[in-house]
Each structure stands twice: as structure tokens, then as C-alpha cells.
């Protein structure tokens, strides 16, 4: 199986990749890092109405934005709510050039990724939120100025956990039966020159543009921790979904409803598995950078909600929004239990899906539906969409509608 969408025949060579990746690939810092930007979101504080705050102060709905789709960490549940709250606004997506459904990951992110970018007349767009290898000065070419940045994190241990079962087909992975047997020797496995090796190890590091085998010295992940926080105005934690879409309205001035949501690309519980401590502690040493990174900005995080909502408040809007996930749940959904409907077949059996509803009225037939697709789905009325891996993205501004597997 190949995990690297190949590159199409693009009008120039890849250059500005090439010059980037050398720094990048030899452990040094890009060079985006050394003018690290002073850079502060003002809290929305909004709570109930769009765009004014439980206070009563204002402020504007943020619109333009670059969510750095992370893999294995609930990041496609942040897509969705992006792709619901694009289509409700008009707002423009910087779409992968050819239809596919992420920007030429791993390669570094460029410009020219984006289908609709012309160097000659830049064409800028609302949101940049699907998977890529960050680098920040491809990804200023093609949002506004004023673009939020952020992203989400997960602990590297289950997230390495998920990342084995999803990519069991990746080289470090296809030889072994376990991920205890991986990381019994994982050097007998982990081939640091293979294409596919940052599913492996470091896949965070890895995402955020990163070397995954860099250098752990302090000084060195001091500097990445750095050059992180100078890109990206805030990052979100899966282990705290709920806290962190709080946190996530807040920073961009969104309603509650914009950010419900139901967890998306979910696994089966068959398929997971509880690590004993040994194997936990082995897995924090093989993903040390992620480990780095992970520990910061969960400190972070907590810090951030102290300072922009307090813990009494941050309590109630999560109760607020877990009320208003269960009664969309009761509206739109039948069911998720997959022995109840035949699987999709291009939902993997892992995967959780969703099954709207039959006979939705035409009112919450677009509701549900935005609620329940990672992309923005159209299925033909009068069909039952079992929703896992599918990716249906229409932006009638931009593109005919497209249709690609999901993730995979
Ligand atoms: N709301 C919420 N809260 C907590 N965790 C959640 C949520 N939504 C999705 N998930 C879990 O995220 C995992 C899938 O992550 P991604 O969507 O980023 O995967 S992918 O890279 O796009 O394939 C996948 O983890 P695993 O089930 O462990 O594989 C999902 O269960």
C-alpha cells in the first residue's frame, strides 16, 4: 500500500520544497523560525450569539484560517466542523490541486498544491485545513494575512497506538505482529530513509515540518517548541475535545453550535489495545519529540483556558455543548453500531460510521447532514449515507463536487 500521493505533472520543479527540505531533513531549523512572530489571537469570549460575548463586548466571527490537520488526532472531527462552518459562510477553501483529498503530503506544503493558485495572480483563501507538512511561507502565499493558525495534538502513545492500526501497511510496520514486537527493536524495523517512515515515529514533529529522527538535545526542542509557538496561535488537545472547542469558539469568535460535532474516523474498540506500562514508556523514548511537544502545549492549553474563560465558565459551555451533541445525536442519527446496517463498502470494518436517519425533514436533512460528514456531503435524496471514510467535498464557488476516499 502507498501512502504518498504522488505528485502530479506540475508546470515547475519543486523548488522552493527542495530548498526547504534540506535544512529540515538534516535536523536543522527552516528558516521561518528565526523571525518568529510575536503573534496573539484576542479571545472572542463569544458564547451564545455569533460574534458578541457573554459579556456583552463584540467581536468579529474570525473567517480566515489554517487548521494543520494533524493525523491520528481527531483532526478530521476538526475538519468537518471548518468544511459546516465554510459552507454555511460562503467562505473559499484552498483545496488540493487534482482532487485529492491532502496536499501532496509529505512533502513539504508549496503554494502550487492548491488547485485555483497562480503565483503570477495569488489568489487567497478562507481556509487551509487539509493534511499537509507545514511550512509557513508556502502556507502565507495562500491565506490572508490575518489567518489563525492552529492546530490539535494528541498524547504520542495512543496516538502511535492508532497510527500502527491505520498504517499497518507502512514498511516499519508490515513486518511485525504487534507494536510491542516493534518497539522491542525498533531499529530492525524503522528505516529513517524510507518515504513512509514518519508513521512510525514522530508523526507530530513530522506534520508540523520537522525532522521525526532530529536531535533531542534541550537546545534543540527548545528551538522547535519556539518556532511552533510562533506559528500557530493555539493548539487544541484531543484528550480534551470537548474543552478544547470551547476554547476553539472562544478564539475565533463562533457560536456554540458551530463547533458540535460527532467524533469522526473513530475505531472499533476490537481494535484497540491497552498498553502495559513497559510498552507506554517505550513508546514516550521512540516519540520523544512528539513527547516534547505534546507536554508543552498541553501546559499551554490549561494556561490559555485560565487566561481567556476560567474553569467555572469553561465547565458550563461544556455542558452547554455536550446537551446540544446529544440532541443532535437523538435528531440525526440511527444508529452506530455497524451490526445494525451492512458496512459501506469502502468504510474499513474498524471505522465507525454513522447512519443519518431515513425520512429527515427537509430542514434537518441539512443540518444532520453537515454534522456527519467529514467533507461536505451531497448524497442523492432518498439515500442512506453510512458515513466513515468517505470524503464528498462541494464548494459550488470553486469546484464540481468531487468525491475521494477519506483519509486512507
Ligand atoms: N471528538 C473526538 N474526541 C477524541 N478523539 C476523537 C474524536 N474524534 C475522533 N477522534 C479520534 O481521532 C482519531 C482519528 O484521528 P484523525 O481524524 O486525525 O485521523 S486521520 O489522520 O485523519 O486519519 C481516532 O482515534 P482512534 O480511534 O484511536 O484511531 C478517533 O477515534
Known amino acids: 500500500m502507498s501512502f504518498t500521493q504522488p505528485i502530479p505533472n506540475l508546470p515547475q520543479p519543486l523548488q522552493a520544497e527542495d530548498s526547504y527540505k534540506t535544512d529540515l531533513e538534516t535536523g536543522f531549523l527552516p528558516g521561518w523560525t528565526e523571525a518568529f512572530k510575536v503573534k496573539e489571537v484576542t479571545a472572542g469570549e463569544g458564547q451564545q450569539a455569533r460574534g458578541v460575548t457573554s459579556q456583552g463586548k463584540t467581536c468579529k466571527p474570525k473567517t480566515d484560517i489554517v487548521f494543520l490537520k494533524v493525523h491520528k488526532s481527531a483532526s478530521s472531527t476538526v475538519m468537518n466542523i471548518l468544511f459546516r462552518f465554510g459552507e454555511m459562510h460562503n467562505l473559499t477553501f484552498a483545496f488540493p490541486q487534482g482532487g485529492g483529498y491532502q496536499l501532496y503530503y509529505p512533502y513539504h506544503f508549496l503554494a502550487r498544491f492548491v488547485q485555483g493558485f497562480s503565483p503570477l495572480s495569488p489568489r487567497r483563501f478562507n481556509i487551509l485545513c487539509h493534511h499537509m507538512r507545514f511550512l509557513q511561507p508556502e502556507v502565507q502565499k495562500v491565506v490572508p494575512s490575518s489567518a489563525v493558525y492552529f492546530s490539535i495534538l494528541r498524547n504520542p502513545v495512543q496516538l502511535m497506538e492508532s497510527s500502527f492500526v491505520y498504517y499497518k501497511g507502512a514498511s516499519a510496520f508490515s513486518r511485525v505482529r504487534s ?230
Request: charged fraction near 25%.
Open 179 to 408: 507494536l510491542e514486537e516493534f518497539l522491542s527493536q525498533p531499529w530492525r524495523y524503522y528505516d529513517p530513509t524510507s518515504g513512509d517512515r514518519h508513521y512510525a515515529r514522530n508523526l507530530m514533529t513530522f506534520d508540523f515540518g520537522f525532522n521525526p529522527d532530529g536531535d533531542v538535545s534541550p537546545e534543540r526542542v527548545q528551538l522547535m517548541l519556539k518556532a511552533i509557538e510562533s506559528s500557530f496561535d493555539f493548539l487544541l488537545i484531543s484528550e480534551y475535545f470537548d474543552e478544547s472547542m470551547v476554547l476553539l469558539k472562544e478564539m475565533l469568535c463562533w457560536d456554540l453550535d458551530s463547533v458540535v460535532s460527532f467524533p469522526l474516523n473513530s475505531r472499533d474498540s476490537s481494535t484497540k489495545s491497552l498498553l502495559p506500562d513497559s510498552v507506554v514508556e517505550k513508546l514516550k523514548a521512540w516519540n520523544r519529540l512528539d513527547w516534547e511537544i505534546y507536554t508543552h502545549f498541553n501546559r499551554t492549553f490549561w494556561e490559555r483556558i485560565e487566561r481567556h474563560i476560567g474553569r467555572e465558565r469553561l465547565r458550563r459551555e461544556v455542558r452547554a455543548l455536550r446537551q446540544r451533541q446529544a440532541e443532535l445525536a437523538r435528531a440525526c442519527l440511527q444508529g452506530t453500531d455497524q451490526s445494525l446496517f451492512p458496512p459501506h463498502p469502502k468504510c474499513p470494518r474498524q471505522l465507525l460510521a454513522y447512519t443519518l436517519f431515513l425520512g429527515l425533514q427537509e430542514t434537518q436533512w441539512g443540518y444532520c447532514r453537515h454534522c456527519n460528514s467529514p467533507g461536505l456531503l451531497r448524497p442523492a435524496r432518498g439515500t442512506v449515507p453510512a458515513l466513515c471514510g468517505f470524503l464528498a467535498v462541494q464548494d459550488s464557488q470553486q469546484f464540481m463536487q468531487k468525491c475521494s476516499v477519506f483519509s486512507l
